[in-house]
């Protein structure tokens, strides 16, 4: 998509920002994205946002900790873990018109654990599992540390847009190929799917017997003019081979307080995980985040909603800026995530894209080569923060390449 | 023990017991302990206590929600988890002088978690594992689920406590027997073994090659007289073949907070582990649940030890009171835990005890039969709650007693 058709008019941050926090209050967290780098440096790496959480949440974990009610959690005359799933299922239907059962949603912690248990349930050492990259950096871990095979599905720019096509890996097919990383919305790319390319993947997975782990976690963060689709709900046939991956600790801003689901597309496909994952090895899930899961699905939408508007604001702003100001760094514009995923091949640097702007901008983005290694040239910039942090950030890349260009 | 000797001169509660919840703000919790039966219900089953937590878990965690810091956690310029690992390691050497490396620890969510871990990672299906009976129900769900042969150590009662000698099952013992579940202190029964008895484990488990998984929960809590002993302190040789299962959720009360550690007693063992269970298999700890569990093992020492006065109170009233009102009642003096493992044969019921009391006495204890299918005579009883109600369980008991004794 070109720059001028996809960015809406340029727009002023909306309103309501009240969740916008300051760098001051930012650096008094204990978080990893404010303290993994030294204080001159601004974070725009790590996959969270610098927004006060919406108050329901706020709400719902306070009157646990007013109780001091940290026993074994019992909710709704069921395990806690049934909420969360009952608290998906509803969301689910009400967002995007699909049927989910409970009774096939099992929690866990985080993706990274969500990304493990599929893996080892569904795949031998050696089988082969394909991933589109550039792609978040554990799904490359997992297939690497279980010893499965990584068959790369390279993201290719058109030249309008990163498309993924199953066409250019159809020989590196064969009958140990098990299962299918899809990632939709696409970290880094931001790409959402449209549903005939789903169709398309799906269409491939069926025809080579694949399991498609589908990792939908920033499936809330979605830009105007896109929508997301679940994959599970294409059709019943390719949600008997489904698992879907999600989470409302991304798009509500809780990724420390870890709970996540892993939804099967069918009752054997959860029965089969079963045998080979018990349940109660992933462990259970905790009070607090139980509570904060449940009150971000079904109360926070309109925090949600302004936070979206914020972050298509900031987007669009930050995107012209990087267009104009830093003509020789490339980008599509993300249809979903808080991510740009920035090719600065066009600089001609001599170090890594990100070694160049931690070192001369004191700006840590994440490196390109964790998402692919032959990406050194690239970053990818997590824009969900104020504006003026996120004006900040972009003055300092373009006085860093200013001295670029003087050398 | 002869409770005579056992109990200690009989006390009132001590004068700090601050931490004692009435009925009405326990009813008032959304705990499994407070929900699970009807409101005409004492419950004195799952092994949590009515104790409001210590202050340092409670400012922890509130100085967390303040900030509403919920991103991912980072802790001393580290992981998270390593903060836990720490923590723990400080306290072992405190609190039984016993050396902790944290590198050898991995976070898990739960003991369940912890059970199920080192199971898969140490044993194939058909492999014999060694189970003190009655135990804690989990451990044989874990066996039985992962299809795994369940070798049954009982715990004999020798007339003045329970011993567990393992020439009871030399002949079982064969060539795919590879696990010994050790629980100390034990739960139900409360014997804290001395050092003699856990070097004879000891030795039965290196002349039969097995791996230790020794479930320690209880390790703090411990009656005046007895004194905990980490397994993996005996000796190199058996930390080399011993999994340490420790949480600080036990003794200071946060099992919904869900923090616990898994310690390996070599680089070897835990190399062994981590070859089959990936560490991020298991889930990344919640921020919430790492910050309480590190003050709590760090900073709230002064209010164990308070409770512990009060359980040791209340254990030696309650049982004095079940001695002298229900004779019919046998019992050994628990050396540790919160908890009394009543055999309530005697009574010669026609229904399981757990069903009696429950009937007709409105108390919920856990039956026996969850700790051994023969034990539906026994019921457990968690006395970790205040004198009230410690109270009005007893009179609830003898009046329905009573009701017996007139059919």
Redesign the interface.
Known sequence: MALAAALTAAMEPPADNSFDLSEASLR?????????YGPDVLPAF?A?MDF??AEPI?RA??S??E?????????D?GK?GLAVAKAFAHRMKDRFDWDVDPALIVP???L??GT??PV?AFTEPGDGIILQVPNYP?FR??IR??ERNLISLPMMDSGSGYLCNTEQIVDQIDGRTRMFVLCNPHNPTGRVFSRNELLDIGRFCIEHELIVLSDEIHSDLVYPGRRHIPFASLSPELAARTVTLNSPTKSF??????CAVLHFGSPELRERFGKRI?Q??????????VD?AVAAWTESQPWLDAVMGHLTATRDHVLRRIETELPEIQFRVPEGTYLAWLDCSGLMLNTSAFDFFHERARVAFSPGENFEPNCSAFVRFNFATSRVIADEIVDRMVAAVKTLRVC
Chains 1, 2 share one sequence.
């Open positions: 008094r967290l204990h978080n990893a994205k404010w303290n993994q790590v969270e006060a959480v706020q974990v306070q646990l900790v109780r001091s009610d940290y026993g074994y959690p019992r909710r005359g806690a866990v912690a985080d990274v654990q493990y248990a080892l554990p871990e997992v540390t279980t801003n809780i990724p420390g307080l870890r018990p109660r090895l992933l462990g259970d899930p905790n009070a607090i985040g904060a």
